[in-house]
């Protein structure tokens, strides 16, 4: 069966569409005059992640970064922690970064 067949009869955001429109991807919609997001990239509002409901999750990894600047053995500390973190979490969380309050809200206005 063909790649084309394949993406014809599958039900994505993607059937129906060429492989040479697969392949130029979205800055060739863009570049030849697509202004709005196409009905078949959105996802309908049953599938959507709902942002709004947070869940609760006690050992998230809470890295101190102020160990990076309090000598050698604590710098190392930090660097093998956030490694660690990435390895089996796949994120984490910072703090004592020095990012002013003001600049996060700023940033994200939801943050109180």
């Not at 979490?89 to 600049?103: I, S």
């Amino acid at each position: 069966m063909a790649a084309a067949t394949i993406l014809e009869g599958a039900n994505h955001a993607w059937s129906g569409l060429s492989l040479e429109e697969l392949r130029r991807g979205a800055k060739a919609l863009v570049d030849g005059g697509l202004t709005r997001i196409p009905d078949r990239y959105i996802l309908p509002p049953h599938q959507r992640p709902n942002y709004s409901q947070v869940l609760s999750c006690d050992n998230i990894p809470v890295i101190d970064l102020a160990g990076l600047d309090s000598g050698y053995e604590n710098r190392a500390q930090v660097i093998t922690d956030i490694a660690k973190a990435c390895q089996n979490w796949g994120f984490y969380q910072v703090v004592n970064h020095g990012v002013p309050f003001a600049v996060m809200q700023k940033s994200h206005p939801t943050i109180s």
